[in-house]
T-cell receptor, first 113, second 115 residues
Framework: GDSVTQMEGPVTLSEEAFLTINCTYT??????LFWYVQYPGEGLQLLLK?????DKGSNKGFEATYRKETTSFHLEKGSVQVSDSAVYFC????????????FGQGTELSVKP | EAGVAQSPRYKIIEKRQSVAFWCNPI?????LYWYQQILGQGPKLLIQ????????DSQLPKDRFSAERLKGVDSTLKIQPAKLEDSAVYLC?????????????FGEGSRLTVL
């Protein structure tokens, strides 16, 4: 079935370090791919998305490129801040499944000053 | 614009008791979702509504879970009787339309602890 696999956390980085969170997917069709973020005490919110192969989603300094050949959508940021500490979820959505999201298990990021 | 509202934020019950969660989506959003998020896991879809009709309830444990969206606006999710494994955060999300390519707006969730 359709699924998303993320690298396990927690990930602990120092401020200004480079961030990569790996995400791979399995899908029967051509999914749209998403990164959602959950800050402490807040609800899930969309961080970025890509709807077709080779698209790059970006927001708040984060980027992810839809790689069909490797079925991946890795999240990257060049210089993390303490305020980026949160749980990050990779997800996919298939058009013929009504827009519902299938999530990975989440990766907790902790950024130390 | 007001976000997705959920209540209660926290609930503690004994096993075999019942509980209900309420969700009010963003005004005008036709599609409403209930997700279950167990600690350390990603959210899992329980049920999806389009207006007041059910689109997908294939993952809803229908022997104990029920959900309704009678007027196509707010929704309730009920668990009766609760089991220990139902301890989780119940997330409500809404979207302007079914085909909105996974762009969902989530509430803060209702955290359930079953003792």
């Amino acid at each position: 079935g359709d699924s998303v696999t993320q690298m396990e956390g927690p990930v602990t980085l120092s401020e200004e370090a480079f961030l990569t969170i790996n995400c791979t997917y399995t899908a029967t069709g051509y999914p749209s791919l998403f990164w959602y973020v959950q800050y402490p005490g807040e609800g899930l919110q969309l961080l970025l998305k890509a709807t077709k192969a080779d698209d790059k989603g970006s927001n708040k300094g984060f980027e992810a490129t839809y790689r069909k050949e490797t079925t991946s959508f890795h999240l990257e940021k060049g210089s993390v801040q303490v305020s980026d500490s949160a749980v990050y979820f990779c997800a996919l959505s298939l058009y013929n499944q009504g827009g519902k999201l299938i999530f990975g298990q989440g990766t907790e990021l902790s950024v130390k000053p | 614009e007001a976000g997705v509202a959920q209540s209660p934020r926290y609930k503690i019950i004994e096993k075999r008791q019942s509980v209900a969660f309420w969700c009010n989506p963003i005004s005008g959003h036709a599609t409403l979702y209930w997700y279950q998020q167990i600690l350390g896991q990603g959210p899992k879809l329980l049920i999806q509504f389009q207006n007041n009709g059910v689109v997908d309830d294939s993952q809803l444990p229908k022997d104990r879970f029920s959900a309704e969206r009678l007027k196509g606006v707010d929704s309730t999710l009920k668990i009766q009787p609760a089991k220990l494994e139902d301890s989780a955060v119940y997330l409500c999300a809404s979207s302007p339309r079914q085909s909105n390519a996974g762009e969902l707006f989530f509430g803060e969730g209702s955290r359930l602890t079953v003792l």
